[in-house]
């Protein structure tokens, strides 16, 4: 971002926030402005909240948030942050995006925390842009606009656009926003209040390492996962698979068994099929391309598997997604 190291000034952020916003991301978001002013002893930041009618609106943990006004009341503000969440495509967000295009015309620093870069990519805000979203986005967000340029960074500050991953990538975002606006020996006070241990750089890995996520630690079996998370498109066979290891076939199956109490076709086939779900309830994609993008090369088959794994077919997976965006507006 094009900002200025510079300690006198008071900086007001807007937040504006979505139905069923993630509590974590935009918390951790404004601690970090709270903290600054703390550490500094004066007002450096001031923040303002918005929701889309101006009354109360509830985070996806239940907790509602008493707002300054409504997005109709936004000004232009050195900068904005959109805080989303989970289920983001349920909402209708037309009015947020209006505001949000007529901000970007008078040059306001707009910023995203969780899956708030999807409103983002849906106003055309980042064309031309690095932003990050959350892993579980990652795939789904790609679908829906392959034109732009979106990361599993962290974060990711791009001139006048600023995007994180969410959760707790938002403390690192801000802390990096601190380090340019007021210098690096106030933004490691703020890490040390925060009790953060240290500023994580904006590459580093959203998710825990696999080893540390599975609860094992053998090297080929984590191998082999690893391949086929990166083949699910176009899935290869269990002995394919081994043979990338060194092992045989049988050798494969024993670890699977031994550490994740499965064999390797049915762990594979449930690393597809939750990828399917994410795309079915994230994007608009028709569901045979859902389907193919997860290696079914059939519909009859994707339905099949689909259904015996979520005691569901995927079009009343995608069916159940409209109802619950239908209830969504309504209540909107």
């Given at each position: ?205 959203q998710r825990m390492e696999l080893r540390a996520r599975l609860g094992v630690s053998h090297p080929k079996l984590l191998a082999v996962i690893g391949e086929m998370d990166k083949r699910l498109e176009r899935p290869v066979s269990c002995a394919q698979l081994a043979r990338t290891v060194r092992l045989s076939p049988r050798q494969l199956e024993r670890l699977f068994q031994r550490y994740l109490d499965t064999t390797p076709t049915r762990y594979y086939l449930e690393m597809r099929l939750n990828r399917a779900r994410q795309l079915l309830r994230q994007t608009s994609m028709p569901i045979l391309s859902v389907g193919l993008a997860c290696g079914f090369v059939s ?34």
């Amino acid at each position: 971002m094009n900002i200025r190291p510079d300690i006198g000034a008071t900086h007001t952020v807007g937040f504006l926030l979505t139905p069923n916003f993630s509590m974590i991301a935009f918390a951790a978001a404004v601690e970090v402005l709270r903290l600054t002013n703390y550490v500094t002893g004066a007002k450096a930041f001031a923040w303002r909240l918005y929701s889309p009618d101006g009354q109360p609106i509830e985070a996806s943990n239940g907790v509602a948030l008493a707002v300054d006004g409504s997005y109709g009341d936004v000004g232009p503000m050195p900068e904005i942050i959109v805080c989303s969440g989970m289920d983001v495509q349920k909402y209708d967000h037309g009015p947020l995006i209006a505001k949000l295009r007529k901000l970007a015309f008078y040059g306001v620093s707009i910023g995203a925390v969780c899956t708030g870069t999807y409103i983002l990519a849906r106003a055309g805000l980042l064309d031309g842009h690095r932003c990050a979203i959350h892993w579980e986005n990652y795939d789904s967000f790609r679908e829906e606009f392959p034109e732009i340029d979106a990361t599993q960074e962290l974060f990711e500050i791009d001139r006048n656009r600023f995007t994180c991953a969410g959760g707790t990538a938002s403390i690192d975002m801000m802390l990096a926003l601190i380090t340019a606006k007021k210098g690096a020996v106030i933004a490691a006070l703020v890490t040390d209040e925060l009790i953060h241990h240290r500023m994580r750089d904006s590459h580093e890995r959203q998710r825990m390492e696999l080893r540390a996520r599975l609860g094992v630690s053998h090297p080929k079996l984590l191998a082999v996962i690893g391949e086929m998370d990166k083949r699910l498109e176009r899935p290869v066979s269990c002995a394919q698979l081994a043979r990338t290891v060194r092992l045989s076939p049988r050798q494969l199956e024993r670890l699977f068994q031994r550490y994740l109490d499965t064999t390797p076709t049915r762990y594979y086939l449930e690393m597809r099929l939750n990828r399917a779900r994410q795309l079915l309830r994230q994007t608009s994609m028709p569901i045979l391309s859902v389907g193919l993008a997860c290696g079914f090369v059939s519909a009859s088959h994707f339905s099949k598997c689909y259904s015996e794994h979520f005691d569901r077919t995927p079009s009343e997976e995608r069916k159940g997604m409209r109802v619950e965006r239908n209830v969504a507006t309504a209540i909107a």
